[in-house]
C-alpha cells in the first residue's frame, strides 16, 4: 500500500507544480485516509489521498483520466475500483482547507498485513515527505477493527531553499530538541539553516538509457544542521547522527535503503570531516524510517567528571539529496511519471556509476557544513587553556594572600569552606560563564521560553 500512496503523491505534486505559487502562507491540506473492510473470508484494505487548499487551480478530475487508467493498468492493476470514504470522513478535512482539489480512492483485496507495523510505515513515509513540503498540512488517518490512529504533520518553522533550475523547495526546520534550562527567554534557536551545495550532474549508464531513460540528470544536496548553536560560540557540541534523505524530481521520497548508501561510510575521509569514525545503523533501524542514517562514533571523554548540565549539546545533521530530470521530450504526465518510476527503480545503478564524483561531492558537502563546528572544537581547546590561566592565578591570589578578611571575603562570596573547595566551584562556575555565551544573531528563530528563576547572573557576580 505504500508503493501505491507514493504514486499518487507523485501524481499530485506533477500535477501541483503546474501553477506553483512561492509563498510560505499558502495553504495546501493533503489527507490520507486508510480503513479495512472484513467481508466473509476477505479482508480488504482501502486508501483514499485527497488534496485540498491552495493547490494548482488547473487540476480537474475529466482531464486526468488517461493518466489514471495508465496508472491503474501499468503500476498497481489490482488497487482499484475502491468504495468512497464515508463523507463525514471528509468534513473536518474540508472545513479547513476548502473543497476538495482531487480525491482518489483504491483497493487491495486479500490484504494481510500487520496494521501496527503499515501504520508506522506510512507515518514515517509521510512525515519524510512535509520535511521537504513544508507548504503542505499531512493528515493521516487509519481505522482498522473498530481502532483509529490519528496524526496530524503539521509545520511550525518554514524555510525557502531555492535550487538550481527547479522550483524552490520549502524544508521544515523545527528543531525540537529542549535547551537547558539555564537558558534565557528569547535565547533560543528553535529552527536550523539549510546550506544548499552544488550541483551534481549524474550519467545515465547505458544499460538504463535501454530501459527507456533519457534526458540530464543531476542531483542537489542541501545540509541542514540542528540544532541551530550558532549564538554560542562558546558551547561544545558533539555531532551523533547524519540522515540522508533522497526526493525524486517531484519532490517525493525514495523509498527504501540503498546499498549505495550502506556502504558510503568506507568510502568517506572521516579524519578530513572531524569524524572520530562513522558507521551505518543496522537494517532494522530503518523499519520505521525513511532515508539512510549513521552514527557517529565518538571520542573519549577528556573530563570524565564533567557535570550533565555541561555536557556537549547534541547535534544532528540532515543531508538532502533532490534528484533532477530534464527531457523536451517528455512532456505528458504519464510519461514524467513513468520517467521517475525508471529513476527509482535504476537509482541504485546510477549511483554506482556515478560512485566517485557522488562520493566527492558528499564529502565536499559535509566537510563544509562541519567546517564551523570543527573550527568550534579547536576554539575550546584554546578556551580550556586560558581558563586553566585564570583558575591558577586566581587561587594563587586567594591562598598567598595575608589579609584574613580578603581572603574570607572570596570564600564567603563562592559559598566554600577553603581553598580547595573554592577551586572546584571558581572553575564551573568559570566553565558554565565561558560556555553560555550569548551572541545575537539577526537569521536565528528567537524561541518563546519561560523565564527560569536561576541565571547566570550571580555566578557572573562572582566572577
Not at 468534513?91 to 483504491?106: E, I, P, V
Request: proline share 5%; glycine share 4%.
Amino acid at each position: 500500500m505504500l508503493r501505491e500512496i507514493q504514486e499518487v503523491l507523485r501524481l499530485i505534486m506533477l500535477l501541483g507544480e503546474q501553477k506553483q505559487q512561492h509563498s510560505l502562507k499558502t495553504r495546501r491540506g493533503l489527507l490520507v485516509l486508510l480503513w479495512t473492510e472484513t467481508g466473509a473470508s476477505v479482508q480488504s484494505l482501502n486508501c483514499t489521498v485527497a488534496a485540498a487548499g491552495r493547490w494548482s487551480t488547473g487540476i480537474k478530475m475529466e482531464a486526468l483520466q488517461p493518466v489514471l487508467t495508465d496508472l491503474k493498468e501499468s503500476m498497481f492493476p489490482c488497487a482499484w475500483p475502491s468504495p468512497q470514504p464515508d463523507p463525514e470522513e471528509l468534513c473536518a478535512f474540508t472545513d479547513l482547507y476548502g473543497s476538495l482539489r482531487l480525491l482518489l480512492s483504491f483497493q487491495k483485496k486479500d490484504e494481510r498485513f500487520n496494521s501496527t507495523e503499515l501504520c508506522a510505515r506510512i507515518e514515517a513515509f509521510l512525515h519524510t515527505f512535509s520535511l521537504a513540503n513544508a507548504k503542505i498540512n499531512v493528515h493521516l488517518k487509519f481505522k482498522w477493527n473498530q481502532q483509529t490512529f490519528q496524526r496530524d504533520l503539521r509545520v511550525k518553522i518554514k524555510r525557502t531553499v531555492a535550487l538550481a533550475n527547479q522550483l524552490s523547495r520549502f524544508l521544515d526546520v523545527t528543531c525540537s530538541s529542549q535547551p537547558p534550562e539555564c537558558v534565557k527567554k528569547d535565547c533560543w534557536c528553535q529552527g536550523g539553516h539549510p546550506v544548499v551545495g552544488g550541483l551534481l550532474p549524474l550519467s545515465i549508464p547505458p544499460k538504463v538509457m535501454d530501459q527507456g531513460l533519457f534526458g540530464e540528470l543531476s542531483i542537489q544536496p542541501v545540509t541542514l544542521l540542528r540544532p541551530c548553536l550558532l549564538q554560542y560560540p562558546n558551547l561544545a557540541t558533539q555531532l551523533t547522527h547524519i540522515k540522508v534523505l533522497v526526493f525524486g524530481p517531484s519532490n517525493v521520497p525514495v523509498a527504501g535503503p540503498s546499498t549505495f548508501f550502506q556502504n558510503l561510510p568506507a568510502h568517506l575521509d572521516c579524519q578530513e570531516l572531524g569524524l572520530h569514525g562513522l558507521h551505518c545503523s543496522s537494517f532494522k533501524d530503518h523499519v520505521h524510517n525513511s532515508g539512510m542514517v549513521y552514527t557517529v562514533e565518538q571520542e573519549p571523554s577528556k573530563d570524565p567528571e564533567q557535570e550533565s548540565s555541561l555536557l556537549p549539546m547534541q547535534q544532528s545533521l540532515r543531508l538532502y539529496l533532490f534528484l533532477q530530470h530534464s527531457d523536451p521530450f517528455n512532456c505528458h504526465l504519464s510519461d514524467l511519471m513513468a520517467t521517475e518510476v525508471l529513476i527509482e527503480h535504476y537509482l541504485e545503478d546510477i549511483l554506482n556509476n556515478n560512485r566517485q564524483s557522488v562520493t566527492k561531492a558528499l564529502q565536499t558537502e559535509l566537510k563544509n557544513t562541519l567546517k564551523a563546528s570543527n573550527h568550534r572544537k579547536r576554539s575550546q581547546e584554546e578556551l580550556r587553556s586560558a581558563a586553566d590561566v585564570i583558575l591558577s592565578s586566581s587561587i594563587s591570589v586567594v591562598s598567598c594572600s595575608s589579609d584574613v578578611d580578603f581572603r574570607t571575603a572570596c570564600l564567603n562570596s563562592m559559598k566554600v569552606r577553603d581553598t580547595h573547595e573554592l577551586s572546584a566551584s571558581l572553575h564551573e562556575s568559570l566553565r558554565r560563564v565561558t560556555s553560555w555565551k550569548f551572541t545575537p544573531r539577526d537569521r536565528c528563530y528567537s524561541a518563546q521560553m519561560e523565564e527560569h528563576p536561576e541565571s547566570d547572573d550571580a555566578t557572573q557576580r562572582e566572577i
